[in-house]
């Protein structure tokens, strides 16, 4: 598995040769662009500077795994819903164009006073629009496992199984909800692993079973990225060479209970 960096909160305020110097420096393989920050991609962005931020991964060892949105499609607007639908193809024209290989987007909430199943339908169904759109370009859609209420991975499940679209893929996000009543992760991770091309990871010092994911991640033969996505440091480059120490030590760990 291969170690990359999400630019939420750790990176969002490094520009983007910042951003690709420290990652090739450091040991990070690729990063995942979150919207609004510093780095300035965004569907904005004329031709040529797109045509400058592929050549600029094209040129270093950092792989420009993806671009994180914020569309979302729960809300009851029918306006505010087609806003985030085309917001979403915004973005996949833009990964195109970069060189980007998927566009992050994600469910976010089940709004009060609307049926579960109405609104589980209706993000089943705009994701089957945006990920047959992306398809087009050559563009993965990755659905992150996000939201108070939508980060339960049988909500997700629900989500792309109503979609049925084979461009359609799964960020795991590492979130307590991952969780089961006894602690564990195993029966979650099942429910969505045939679809997992994302792996978001945060704090490795909690108590999220850590070895267990790498663990059941190598067993599916997950050769993706993992991309740690933590809070910003006074020191970030101290932090990122722990980061990358510590997340050789859990595969390396994971691979020892593997062979028992």
Not at 145 to 152: C, F, I, L
Request: one cysteine or more; hydrophobic letters at 35%; aromatic letters at 8%.
């Amino acid at each position: 598995m291969k170690l990359g960096l999400v630019t939420y909160q750790l990176g969002a305020g490094w520009d983007l040769d910042t951003l690709i110097e420290k990652c090739s420096r450091l040991g990070f393989e690729g990063v995942e662009l979150r919207t609004t920050h510093k780095h300035g991609v965004e569907p904005a962005i004329s031709p040529s500077k797109r045509a400058e931020v592929k050549g600029k991964f094209e040129n270093s060892p950092v792989e420009l795994v993806g671009l994180g949105s914020c569309c979302e499609y729960h809300s009851g607007d029918p306006a505010e819903l087609q806003k985030n639908i085309e917001m979403t193809k915004e973005f996949v024209i833009l990964a195109h164009d970069v060189g980007a290989a998927g566009v992050k987007v994600r469910p976010n909430a089940l709004p009060p006073g609307i049926p579960r199943g109405k609104t589980l339908e209706q993000i089943g169904v705009a994701l089957r629009e945006a990920a047959g759109f992306a398809s087009g370009y050559g563009v993965k859609i990755r659905l992150e496992v996000h939201g108070r209420e939508t980060s339960r991975p049988s909500c997700v499940k629900q989500i792309v199984d109503i979609a049925d679209s084979r461009n359609l893929f799964v960020c795991w996000n590492s979130g307590k909800n991952d969780l089961d009543e006894s602690g564990s992760i195993e029966q979650n991770f099942h429910l969505l692993k045939d679809r997992i091309e994302l792996c978001h990871i945060n704090e490795l010092s909690s108590d999220y079973p850590w070895t267990v994911l790498f663990s059941l991640l190598q067993k599916e033969g997950y050769g993706g990225f993992c991309l740690a996505e933590v809070p910003a440091s006074s020191e970030p480059e101290r932090l990122m060479e722990y980061y990358r120490a510590l997340f050789n030590a859990f595969q390396q760990l994971a691979s020892k209970c593997q062979g028992g």
